[in-house]
């Protein structure tokens, strides 16, 4: 099945720095998602995008829609330790409808104190 | 409190042996889905189901089956023809119907190991 291109792979920071991560694919999504996981623990939702060119924020978290449809980003400011984990996005409502997600491989953070 | 179950946590299995993994939710969403996740990998779809008594294979669905009896539950059997079974397994649900979203809520988890 197809999957999104989630980059970094993988991130190593000092606590406080700022994070961006980015999604892309080859199709259009109506819909973007970002979670977060905990080891051994089901994701989370953190960020639902509805709308190209929207910029949505949670907190220190902050998230936009990309205007082709094809991209999302997600930024996090002044990273602190719990913000450690695997953060994936997801899209939705393109040419499979809006039964089923499209996950990218994950970005994983990791936070050096 | 509302959410999604599912049990057990840990699971062992030995090889050749089919075993059944719980998910029960409570949110009166009618969209279910099982991801299997692998270590360093995203999520694959294995099955899906939008209402109770139908259910749709989704992208690795060989060696599992599910049920769909009640709208509350959706059941994973992971059967002895999977030939890789050991993984985490994330069960998830999704409410459907007029203004509902695309957003997918998820269970903690169940580890399978099998030897």
């Known amino acids: 099945g197809q999957q999104l291109n989630q980059s970094p792979q993988s991130m190593f920071i000092q606590e406080g720095e700022d994070v961006s991560m980015n999604c892309t694919s080859s199709?259009?999504?109506?819909?973007w998602l970002w979670y977060k996981q905990d080891p051994g623990e089901g994701p989370v939702l953190l960020i639902a995008?509805?709308?190209?060119?929207e910029l949505t924020s949670n907190g220190r978290l902050t998230a936009q829609f990309g205007i082709t449809r094809k991209d999302s980003f997600l930024n996090i400011s002044a990273s602190i330790p719990s913000d450690v984990g695997i953060y994936f996005c997801?899209?939705?409502?393109?040419?499979?409808?809006?039964?089923?997600?499209?996950f990218g491989q994950g970005t994983r953070l990791t936070i050096n104190p | 409190d509302g959410g999604i179950t599912q049990s057990p946590k840990y699971l062992f299995r030995k090889e050749g042996q089919n075993v059944t993994l719980s998910c029960e939710q409570n949110?009166?969403?009618?969209?279910m889905y099982w991801y299997r996740q692998d270590p360093g990998q995203g999520l694959r779809l294995i099955y899906y189901?939008?209402?109770?008594?139908?259910?749709q294979k989704g992208d690795i669905a060989e060696g599992y089956s599910v049920s769909r009896e009640k709208k509350e539950s959706f059941p994973l059997t992971v059967t002895s023809a999977q030939k890789n079974p050991t993984a985490f397994y994330l069960c998830?649900?999704?409410?459907?119907?007029?203004?509902?979203?695309?957003?997918?809520?998820f269970g903690p988890g169940t580890r399978l190991t099998v030897t």
């Open positions: 998830a649900s999704r409410p459907t119907g007029t203004g509902s979203s695309y957003e997918q809520y």
């Open positions: 199709s259009i999504f109506n819909t």
């Open positions: 995008l509805y709308k190209a060119g």
């Open positions: 997801a899209g939705s409502g393109g040419f499979q409808g809006a039964q089923k997600l499209v």
């Open positions: 949110l009166n969403h009618d969209a």
């Open positions: 189901s939008q209402i109770v008594n139908d259910f």
